[in-house]
Each structure stands twice: as C-alpha cells, then as structure tokens.
C-alpha cells in the first residue's frame, strides 16, 4: 500500500575517513612485512658465505617465491573465512535460511565458534519468521471467518484494509474499494463519536442495528483507525424468536387442551341429539350451531398447528441440489399468474430442499398475491457471488404499505392471512447461514431477496 514518506533530520556524523590500504592490501602488507627479518637474515647468510654468486641467486629467487606464496596462503586462510561467514550474514537479510557454515564438531576455535554462532543465528531468526509468517496467516484467517465486519482506514480516512464479512456488508470486492475515502463508504460517522455503541446501517449487504468498535493499531509503522462493525439484528431476531416460540407453546397448549374437549362434546350432542328428535322450532339452531362450533374447534386447531411450526422447526438437513430446477419447480407451482424464471448460472449448493421449497413457494405466493388481479408479472432469478447464492423474486405489484413488521410472527397485510409465512421463511434462510429481505422497487413493485451460502458447513 501506498505510505507517504516523512522526512526525518538526524544528528550530523563526522565522514568517515577511508583507511590508506584496502582490508585486503592490508593482510599482505602485514603478512611480508613479518616475513621481512628472516628473509633480511637469509639474505645475509646467503652471500656472505662461500657459494657462487649463480646458486646465491637461485636461493634468492626461491626465498622470494616461498615467502610470497606463504602470503598468498595466510591471505586466503585469512579472508576466505570472513567472506563466508558475510556471505551467511547477507543471506539472513535478504531472509534467506538455506544457507549454513561447515563447523566441526570438536573445534573450539575462535573461527570455528564463530560460525557455530552465525548457525544458531540463522536457526533462531527462521524459527521467527516461521513463527510471524504463522501468526500472520492465522490472523489473517480469523479476520476473513469471523462474522463481524472488519475495516482499517488510515490517517487520511481511506480504506486500507476490510475482511470477506466487510465486503459483504458493502456489496462489492475489496479491489473495488481498497482506497476510498470512509464519507464515500458511509462509514464517516462510524469513525467518530463514542464506543462501543449501537448505530443504524443500511448498506447493501445489511441493514438495521449494528454495534461499532474502534481501536488504533500500527502497520508498518503507520497507525490505522480499526473500525469493528457487528450485526445486531440477528442476535435481536434469535431473542424475539425464542419468545415467541414460548409464547407459541403456551397458546397451544392452553387452546389445546379447551378445543379437544369442546370438539369431542359438540360431536357427542350432535350424536345424542339428531335432528328429528329435537322440536322443529329449535333443530335448525341446534344443529347448526353444534355444526359451527365443531367446525370453528377443527379449524382454530389447524390454525394453531401453523403457528407451531415456528416452535419446532428442525436444523436442516443438507444435500446436494441444484439452484435452477429447484427455482423451476417452485414457480411452477404458482397457477393464478404466470411466473417468468430469468435464466442464469448453473450453481449447485448444499441445503435442506424441502425446507427451501416451502420458502421459495411462500415467497412466490406472496409477490403473485400482490399482483392478481392486475396486469403485472412476477419474475425470479438468481446470481452466484463469492460463496454465496442471491435468488430475487420481484413483482409489479403496489409495493410495501409496512416494511418494519413484515417478519414479526402474527403480523399481516393480507386479509385472513396467519402472519407465518414470512416469519417462517426468514428463520429458514438463517437456519442456512443466509438472510431474507424484502424491499420496494421503483416505480412499483417490490423484490424479496434471498441470500444463502453455497455450503453452509464451509461458509
């Protein structure tokens, strides 16, 4: 990522002075130099003996050979060490670990010790960078998994960093926008204020209460705002499920036990009591009314029975099934309007069919309900994102009078409607690890949108 540069002024140091002689120059400077006495006193025993001035100067040139090829030597056993043991030091800045000295085993040897030295070196600093190279990636694993949308902006508020449940939250890739400024993500307000508080976030990906968290961590040196968004609503939507999964209990239970009895007495009256042998002024009432209210009994329990389904929804079962013929199948099942299916990918997910026929059915009925008797239509299709399944149904109907009850257990636009559906659906799709939502369209119409992962289990 791109850092602007800051300058820094540091303390003035005196240059320094390069040396007369190379480090090399140096040795073979120092190595004649020490042979200079006894090549000095050879010489001098040498031509102040009796031998011919021809055999002086073969042991001269001889002398001279041996004492330069003596340098030579000391100079290579010299410097070759210190070339190897810097070629090592250089290979562990560049962050190359492959490369090791040769020690024995029982030297104690400054050099040698040396080298043993630079191994344990390089031992030390590769059991770090694996170490850091590990807890890079396990933390870059955690944030791309966790359920909480995650954002880093720097000190110009632009967006450096943000993990797969922020791109979701956002609607589009991290490439897309790595770089923007937080006003034009609608995270401005986020970055400011007190936390940890509860805000309110309509972006594509979510919408509704959501918990912000911030902190200040450094990359590279540079500080970054860390700004931690997490999804309330589900959590709220989990509580007021429950509740109402005990409030269903009880109902049912109560009503329950008073419908049987009534259902079983208005029967037995209906038996003992026939028509004819009642006077002809009250049979009419009689029957009648033991008729209704055997039949309101019936249908109060059937009645109850729906409600239940939200109390005993089980997990679902997962299976391989393929996106298109389930959406296929469930529009066909819609007579009153026709449905037009717009074809896309060819996606296969993993989930509970039967639970998401009754889901896609419910949905389906609904937008043909808001249609029926006009001249509009209904369409479904669907579109494969990272992981995840987005399936549309949208209708030409009037739209949404009430859009913050649509998913509360009980509550219906629809004359004689349960106020079921929707809620039922909604638990389904989160029993998938997905979401459902419902909005208006423009000009008219509304579209729900059904968001499930590819395979929950992997999700």
């Known amino acids: ?33 020490a042979g200079t006495p006894a090549f000095v006193f050879a010489m001098v025993l040498l031509w102040t003996g009796d031998a011919g ?28 060490p210190i070339q190897t043991l810097s070629n090592v030091l250089a290979a562990l800045r560049e962050g190359d670990f492959s490369i090791r000295t040769r020690v024995s085993v ?9 080298f043993h030295e630079a191994n344990q070196l390089e031992a030390v600093l590769r059991e770090q960078r694996l170490g850091a190279v590990e807890a ?29 449940a922020g791109e979701r939250l ?61 999804d309330l609503s589900r959590a709220l939507r989990e509580e007021e499920r429950l509740a109402w999964k005990r409030i269903i209990r009880v109902l049912s239970h109560e009503i329950n036990n008073s419908l049987a009895p009534i259902k079983s007495i208005a029967g037995s009256l209906r038996t003992l009591l026939p028509e004819e042998s009642l006077p002809e002024d009250v049979a009419p009432d009689v029957t009648g009314g033991l008729k209704v209210i055997s039949g309101r009994a019936e249908s109060l329990g059937r009645f109850m029975a ?67 008797g ?45 106020g079921i559906g929707l809620a039922l659906s909604q638990q389904i799709a989160e029993g998938h690890g997905g979401t459902l939502t419902l909005r208006n369209r423009r000009p008219h119409g509304a579209v729900a949108r059904l968001t499930i992962p590819v395979d929950p289990e992997r999700d």
């Open 306 to 372: 729906s409600y239940a389904q939200l109390a005993r929804l089980p997990s679902p079962e997962l299976a391989e099934m393929a996106v298109e013929p389930w959406i296929r199948r469930c529009a066909a099942l819609e007579t009153r309007v026709p449905v037009e299916v717009l074809p896309s990918e060819d996606v296969t997910i993993r989930a509970d069919a039967d639970q998401l026929d009754q889901l896609l059915i419910n949905l389906i009925r609904n937008a043909a309900d808001a249609v029926e």
């Open 136 to 164: 890079t990636a396990l933390l870059r694993r955690v944030l791309e998994e966790i359920d909480v949308a995650v954002f880093a902006f720097d000190e110009e508020e632009r967006l450096r960093l943000l993990n797969r």
């Open 170 to 230: 956002l609607g589009q890739s991290s490439t897309a926008v790595l770089g923007q400024l937080a006003s034009t993500l609608k995270l401005q307000g986020a970055l400011r204020g007190p936390v940890p508080r509860t805000v309110e976030v309509n972006h594509p990906g979510g919408h509704g209460r959501w918990e912000v968290k911030r902190t200040t961590i450094r990359q590279e040196g540079f500080p970054l705002k860390l700004l931690v968004l997490s």
């Open 374 to 418: 006009t001249s509009g239509g209904v369409r479904v299709t669907w579109r494969a994102r990272r992981n995840r399944v987005h399936v549309f149904v949208e209708d030409d109907g009037q739209g949404l009078e009430e859009t913050e009850n649509l998913f509360v257990p009980f509550f219906t636009t629809k004359p004689g409607g349960s």
């Open 53 to 80: 001035t021809q055999a002086k100067g073969l042991a001269t040139a001889g002398l001279i050979i041996l004492w330069l090829a003596l340098t030579a030597v000391l100079r290579e056993r010299l410097l070759r």
């Open 106 to 114: 029982d030297s104690d040897d400054p050099l040698s010790l040396a």
């Open 1 to 33: 990522m791109d850092r602007p540069v800051k300058e820094v002024s540091l303390p003035q140091e005196a240059p320094a002075v390069p040396g007369l002689f190379s480090f090399d120059t140096r040795i073979i400077l120092l190595s004649l130099l």
